[in-house]
């Protein structure tokens, strides 16, 4: 799967109702596409914290469809999320941390900074109207 709006006809099929009522879900379920542009982007959104503390808190815990059907917004997420997978398994959290090396960084800004940080950071900031360098701050 792909895009949201073959997402949203999935649902259609499932849960019945029009793909306008299921698209924005979807939409919101791959908004990590934006900045991550591979698959990596999902463990940011393809798991149950973003459905319970992200999405069920922006849609609400069901939405009715055009045909008046209540339909579970986790429901809905986990359809998703079913389907990136294969139907194979459902990640939560701790799938995806567990593969990711705990880096110094992560504890408090320890140690080196990010590699992508260090080709984007700015060497001064403007705060108030006043101009600083890092060594000043």
Not at 68 to 73: D, R
Not at 100 to 113: P, V
Request: proline content about 2%.
């Amino acid at each position: 799967m792909a895009e949201p709006l073959v997402h949203a006809l999935s649902s259609v099929k499932k849960f019945g109702g029009k793909t306008e009522d299921y698209f924005a879900i979807h939409e919101k379920m791959d908004c990590s596409k934006k900045y991550c542009g591979d698959n990596r982007h999902r463990a940011l959104t393809h798991n149950h914290f973003w459905i319970h503390e992200v999405m069920e808190v922006i849609f609400g815990k069901t939405i009715t469809n055009s045909d008046g059907k209540v339909v579970s917004i986790y429901r809905i997420c986990e359809q998703h999320i079913n389907e990136d997978f294969r139907f194979k398994f459902f990640p939560n959290v701790m799938d995806y941390l567990s593969e990711m090396e705990l880096k110094n960084w992560m504890n408090n800004a320890i140690g080196d900074i990010p590699k992508t940080k260090e080709k984007t950071m700015c060497e001064k900031v403007v705060i108030e109207e006043r101009v600083y360098t890092f060594n000043e701050l």
